[in-house]
């Protein structure tokens, strides 16, 4: 299953309008896969031999007699998504599976009103334990409407498997992984009160409403408010990654609160979907309307911080082993540059300044490695640095491992790198102007060494005025293309020997 890193995972706290596109999720069901192989859930004997498939799988792939061909292509008057191995069309409704040698249409939804149009969306893969129920074992696409439902819908058939009433108070926009596979939360909009309701003192201070499930089954773990009253009046946004909740500030701070602490001191009551609930002098079921799921979790005074971090553009990622934070500190003479520190104490790691010096219009960017070696990798328009990091007592070692891969800036620029966590292969699409066009390849290096293995080159152009999207899925590519006039394509590329076409 592949991983893509064109964008750092798990940036906070998240401007949602901002953040890494859906499909960057995937690499947390990756992250949950691999774990379940390292616990020893499977066999031994059945673990070696996916790993010799596995590995058997990767060389057939990077055989010279073997080529990426295109095999499909599809477009759209709406965007266009893909969530492993299923390529998602009209606002999620239309699915078609890329595993098959040509996509094959699995399902269509029937047309929904404006209430129920799907306005964000989660993958979540197969549990790692044994349910009672069989529809709570089934992979699902979590959908939150804009009507305020949240829908479990089956991958394979669209099949409605559940569903669950939010509020019909507070307008719920954004999903997102506390804990990839285990915890997600879905965060309201922000609450902008008028100077009228506010001179009538009725302003009461709610900025962000944040309810957090649990999947595997999907329980109810809290809903909580955050308001400037409790957290400060310079509160801009808040999300939550790994159990912190991270709440940021208009003075370019940003701080970290324990989720674990939050809901031990100020959980009123615990609440179970679809059981009956005496709340404020109303009864009703939760997860069902109009009673939707009440507010359990009062803060009535600040948390302890863990951390603080002075950050430019309130920007920063949570990653490694033992955690550590990339950000920018709140300084123009740090534009540009990123520090890597020890999460518990601040301790800047060995070599933890990263400044990559781009000449270029194009910006670099920089995240945790999602292959959980804790490795960092940055990406800039003409070259990719990847660090090794050991652990000292001092902290995080920030390394080189393996050689940069450079380029005329230009004449040729990185726009996405993806890693295939099962095959172990980066893939890098280097984009060069050619007869007023963009053509675009697609290098597949050994993520080890960072050695090019591959070449593929896409038939399309790529004009990089417009939005890209790549995808490497096993023996799979997919590339998703804005066009002009607002339309969109799906261009689908299979593994195949070139003997046998």
């Not at 719920?172 to 992984?177: M, N, V």
């Not at 920089?366 to 652990?391: C, L, M, T, W």
Request: charged content about 20%; glycine content about 4%; some cysteine.
């Amino acid at each position: 299953m592949a991983s893509p890193c064109s964008a750092p995972p798990t940036p906070v706290p998240c401007d949602d309008r901002a953040r890494p596109r859906a499909g960057s999720r995937r690499s947390t069901s990756t992250s949950v896969y691999l774990s379940r192989r390292s616990a020893g859930m499977f066999s031994k004997d059945a673990g070696m031999l996916f790993r010799k498939n596995l590995k058997v799988f990767r060389q057939i792939i990077l055989q010279d007699s073997r080529v990426f061909k295109k095999v499909w292509t599809r477009h759209s008057k709406s965007p266009i998504s893909y969530e492993s191995g299923r390529i998602y069309f009209e606002n999620y409704r239309c699915c078609f599976s890329s595993i098959p040698s040509r996509p094959q249409h699995l399902y269509q939804l029937p047309k929904s009103s404006k209430l129920e149009k799907i306005e964000d969306v989660l993958l979540c893969q197969s549990p790692l334990v044994i349910l009672p129920r069989t529809s709570d074992q089934a992979p699902s696409l979590l959908a939150l409407t804009a009507h305020n439902w949240l829908y479990r819908l089956s991958t394979k058939t669209g099949e409605q498997l559940q569903k669950v009433c939010l509020s019909s108070r507070y307008k719920f926009r954004y999903l997102g992984w506390d804990v990839p596979q285990e915890t997600f939360y879905i965060k309201s909009v922000q609450n902008k009160q008028s100077p009228t309701v506010r001179q009538a003192g009725l302003d009461n201070n709610a900025m962000i409403y944040l309810a957090v499930f649990q999947v595997f089954p999907l329980e109810i773990v809290a809903v909580l408010e955050i308001s400037k009253r409790v957290f400060g009046s310079t509160v801009l946004d808040v999300t939550l990654s790994q159990g912190v909740l991270v709440v940021s500030h208009s003075n370019k701070t940003v701080k970290l609160y324990s989720f674990e602490n939050i809901v031990d001191k100020f959980m009123t009551r615990r609440l179970v979907l679809g059981e009956q609930c005496q709340w404020s002098g109303i009864s009703g079921t939760v997860g069902e309307s109009p009673f939707g799921i009440p507010v359990n979790i009062h803060i009535n005074e600040c948390p302890p911080v863990l951390y603080e971090l002075p950050c430019l553009d309130n920007y920063m990622q949570i990653g490694g082993h033992p955690w550590h934070v990339i950000f920018t500190p709140n300084h123009k003479k740090h534009r540009g540059t990123y520090h890597i520190c020890l999460l518990k104490d601040g301790t800047l790691a060995h070599n933890g300044i990263q400044d990559m010096q781009c000449c270029s219009l194009e910006s670099d960017w920089i995240y945790f490695h999602p292959d959980e070696s804790g490795r960092i990798i940055h990406v800039g328009p003409s070259k990719i640095n990847s660090a090794q990091n050991s652990v000292t007592s001092s902290g995080r070692m920030v390394r080189r491992r393996f050689h940069q891969l450079d380029d005329d800036p230009e004449k040729e620029t990185f726009r996405v790198v993806e890693y295939e966590d099962e095959l172990d292969l980066l893939a890098v699409v280097e984009v060069t102007l050619r007869d007023e066009k963009g053509r675009a390849n697609v290098g597949l290096h050994d993520n080890q060494s960072g050695v090019l293995m591959k070449t593929v080159e896409l038939v399309e152009s790529w004009d990089v005025t417009y939005t890209h999207e790549l995808f490497f899925d096993q023996d799979t590519i997919v590339h998703i293309a804005q066009e002009k006039n607002n339309l969109f394509s799906c261009h689908v590329y299979k593994s195949t020997n070139e003997r046998m076409d």
